[in-house]
C-alpha cells in the first residue's frame, strides 16, 4: 500500500546528541513537510520541500536540518542548538501542488530527551 | 500571511447528541480549499471533510458537515449523532498556496456516554 513512513517511532536524545528521524514516502509526491506537535498544541511548520534537492525553512527552523536528495526522502535532523526538541513529529506530503489536494500524514516519530 | 484561527480549546458533547467547532482563517487566494483534520489519541492525522471555497454548497460526509461563510472566512464542522469513537483533536486547515498546510490550533473534543 502507498503511504508514508516514518521512524523510529520512539525516539531518546541524550542533550548535545543530534538524531535524525527518518521519512519515506511511496506515494510519487513531490512536496513534503515537516511538522512539529507539542502536546495540546496544533502543527508548527519545521521545513518543507516543493521538489528534490530543493527545502525551505519554515516557522520553527532554528535547530533543524533537512536533505531531499532522493523524491521519497525527506530526513530531519534534530541537531544539538535545539534546546527543547521533546515533542511529537510528524511528515507529510500533499497528493499536488493544487490547492485543493489532500495531505497526507505519517504516523509520527516521538522524540524524547532524556 | 495564511491564518486559520480555532477558538475553542475544549468542547465536549453527549453520545448521540449534535456538536459545532468553530473556524476562521484569513487569506489573500481567490480560490482555496479548506479542510478538518482529525487526531485521535493515536496520533494519526485523518482527513474529515474538505470544502472547495468556489462551491456555495456546503461539504456534507456521512455525520460530518461544514457550515462555510466564505464572506465572514468562517468554516465551522458539524458532528451528528456523535459517537464515541468522535472523541479526538480536531484541526482545521489552509494550503497556503504553492508553499505549505496552515493549521488551527485545535479543539480537543470529549464525547460524553
Known amino acids: 500500500d502507498g503511504g508514508i513512513t516514518q521512524s523510529p517511532k520512539y525516539l531518546f536524545r541524550k542533550e548535545g546528541q543530534n538524531v535524525t528521524l527518518s521519512c519515506e514516502q511511496n506515494?510519487?509526491?513531490?512536496?513534503m513537510y515537516w511538522y512539529r506537535q507539542d502536546p495540546g498544541q496544533g502543527l508548527r511548520l519545521i521545513y518543507y520541500?516543493?521538489?528534490?534537492?530543493?527545502?525551505q525553512k519554515g516557522d520553527i527552523a532554528e535547530g533543524y536540518s533537512v536533505s531531499r536528495e532522493k523524491k521519497e526522502s525527506f530526513p530531519l535532523t534534530v541537531t544539538s542548538a535545539q534546546k527543547n526538541p521533546t515533542a511529537f513529529y510528524l511528515c507529510?506530503?500533499?497528493?499536488?501542488?493544487?490547492?485543493?489536494?489532500?495531505?497526507?500524514f505519517g504516523e509520527g516519530s516521538w522524540l524524547t530527551v532524556v | 500571511a495564511q491564518t486559520v484561527t480555532q477558538s475553542q480549546p475544549e468542547m465536549s458533547v453527549q453520545e448521540a447528541e449534535t456538536v459545532t467547532l468553530s473556524c476562521t482563517y484569513d487569506?489573500?487566494?481567490?480560490?482555496?480549499?479548506l479542510f478538518w483534520y482529525k487526531q485521535p489519541p493515536s496520533r494519526q492525522m485523518i482527513l474529515v471533510i474538505r470544502q472547495e471555497a468556489y462551491k456555495q454548497q456546503n461539504a456534507t460526509e456521512n455525520r460530518f458537515s461544514v457550515n462555510f461563510q466564505k464572506a465572514a472566512k468562517s468554516f465551522s464542522l458539524k458532528i451528528s449523532d456523535s459517537q464515541l469513537g468522535d472523541a479526538a483533536m480536531y484541526f482545521c486547515?489552509?494550503?497556503?498556496?504553492?508553499?505549505?498546510?496552515?493549521f488551527g490550533p485545535g479543539t480537543r473534543l470529549s464525547v460524553l456516554p
Open positions: 520541500s516543493q521538489i528534490v534537492n530543493d527545502f
Open positions: 487569506t489573500s487566494e481567490s480560490d482555496y480549499y
Open positions: 507529510a506530503s500533499p497528493l499536488g501542488q493544487g490547492p485543493g489536494n489532500t495531505i497526507y
Open positions: 486547515a489552509s494550503p497556503n498556496y504553492g508553499q505549505n498546510f496552515v
Open positions: 506515494l510519487n509526491h513531490d512536496a
